[in-house]
């Protein structure tokens, strides 16, 4: 999607009238097109007849879930960005959403600011994906990311380290995927902050260096550290912390 005088469109299905409300009123205030829709098959409708440019989705809707209905988007071939708005927030629920094609799962109760700030991630990161990747270690072939013996599938939204399997919780899984689309590289907190939760400020860096945290504990125990902090600056993912 390129940058036109065309605002990008977001469809919203979600039963509850009120999140309805709410969360269109707030796109629109962003400079958003909104549609909406109350079910899963009236979703599925305004999606093959409106062609947005993304949906946010719940997933407990009253005929066919949001699962279902972002189950039948992808086997239809439309590869849509999807952001599930649930109350569902176990992580058997958040693999299975995410490995049907979702691309990011946001929890009630919700921040509007936070679900805009999201929307907007994704939709720069739809217009990255054309970009050829580069050929350094930590690229992608068919969709998994490699580095060292980090193994990172984006379709199947399932990360090995040296063969063993991890269990990420969908922010981690964006994080460990950016700094391996940029392995090597120093990230600033303000470049992970944009890249990763797509916030344009640094207010909240904080959370970067709590979701680094909760990253290393899954990885070191499974081989030499991996993320390395530069002080006063941020992160890179190098394979040994030079002297």
């Known amino acids: 999607m390129t940058e036109t005088a065309t605002p990008p469109h977001v469809l919203v299905i979600d039963d509850e009238p ?38 946010v989705l719940d997933v407990l809707l009253p005929d066919i879930s949001g699962f279902d209905v972002c189950r039948q988007l992808r086997e239809g071939g439309d590869d849509v960005p999807v952001i599930y708005l649930t ?14 094609g979702g691309d990011d799962y946001v929890t009630k109760p919700f921040s509007v600011e936070a679900l805009v700030a999201r929307i907007r991630a994704l939709l720069r990161r739809a217009r990255r994906q054309e970009t050829p990747p580069a050929t350094a270690d930590g690229q992608a072939e068919d969709g998994v990311l490699r580095f060292a013996d980090l193994e990172l599938d984006e379709r199947s939204w399932t990360v090995r380290r040296a063969g063993e399997p991890l269990e990420l919780s969908p922010t981690e899984f964006r994080l460990l995927a950016y700094l391996m689309n940029n392995a090597g ?28 945290s909760y990253l290393r504990r899954k990885l070191d125990p499974l081989g030499p550290p991996l993320i390395h902090t530069q002080r006063g600056v941020g992160y890179a993912l190098r394979s040994q912390d030079p002297a």
């Open 18 to 55: 009120n999140i309805r409300d709410l969360v269109q009123a707030a796109l629109r205030f962003h400079g958003f097109g909104v549609s909406t829709a109350q079910s899963g098959s009236e979703g599925l409708a305004a999606a093959r007849s409106r062609r947005p440019d993304l949906i």
């Open 87 to 100: 109350a569902r927030d176990t992580p058997s629920d958040t693999v299975t959403g995410l490995s049907l």
């Open 185 to 212: 590289q120093v990230l600033t907190r303000a470049q992970l902050l944009e890249n990763v939760w797509g916030w344009d400020y640094a207010g909240q860096s904080q959370i970067v260096e709590t979701y680094v």
